[in-house]
């Protein structure tokens, strides 16, 4: 599981950097690209959560496998609160492709609340659930 620190704006089309992993055995994610490589053949298992910052109306983001996109999700919130986007994906990969989140639209993301509380309300995680024989 890879999260960010601090506030961010991002712009469309722009990958989201989870630059703290709190779970990276083998470091297949890369908190400099903000890309997860497949280190084997098989099936994976991806979530993403996504929040705005107050105020914001949209939160968008997509999962993209070696430049296309995978899966998208998009949350419209007009009450002033923060809009949070969740998705979850099952995808055959193999070795050497690489996956990562994508903005979809101009927003203010809240990776965390505001410290000393650890609440995680922006995260992107993967994991394999099936190798390949």
Not at 27 to 54: E, K, R
Not at 90 to 119: C, F, K
Request: glycine letters at 10%.
């Amino acid at each position: 599981m890879s999260r960010a620190e601090g506030n961010w704006t991002v712009t469309q089309g722009e990958t989201l950097i989870f630059t703290e992993d709190t779970i990276n055995p083998g470091g297949h994610y890369s908190t400099t690209t903000g890309h997860y490589t497949i280190p084997i053949n098989g099936t994976y298992h991806f979530d993403i959560h996504l929040q705005s910052a107050l105020g914001q109306v949209h939160a968008v983001c997509k999962l993209v496998v070696d430049g296309s996109w995978y899966f998208k999700s998009h949350t419209y919130q007009s009450d002033g609160s923060h809009p949070s986007s969740h998705a979850a994906a099952i995808a055959d990969l193999n070795v050497g492709q690489e996956v990562w989140v994508e903005n979809d639209g101009q927003t203010s993301i809240l990776p965390r609340q505001y410290p000393p509380t650890s609440e995680l309300f922006t995260w992107f995680t993967g994991y394999l659930l099936f190798a390949d024989d």
